[in-house]
């Protein structure tokens, strides 16, 4: 009757620690499940956009303009990357104050080309 009562108490010890174990995985879970819940992003704003159907018509325009582009060899590749890099200024708006040279970015829009 001792042999089998302890293995009557191993066999509930066990049972108990398998179900402790469940119940803290589940609730971890459904913990993590909430948090991320309330963290998703709302949709970006672009939705609408990104959600437009596609125009099934080929512009051919466009093809033909694409077969008419001017190919470049690799002596003038060459010779544009011993040039180095070109500063575009933007000539349209006014210049108040000029940015640190780290952050400078190449400004959009008409203007004039510079290489340093």
Known sequence: MQAESKKDLAFKNSLYRVTLVSFVTVA????????????KKAAPPNVQQ???PLNPNIDTDLIDSLSTRKTITIQQLEAFKKA??????DTAAPVTK???PSTSKPASGSGQSITP
């Open 98 to 100: 000029s940015p640190p």
């Open 50 to 52: 990104q959600i437009e």
């Open 28 to 39: 971890i879970w459904i913990g993590f499940e909430i948090y991320w819940a309330y963290q």
């Open 84 to 89: 180095g890099p070109t500063i575009i200024v």
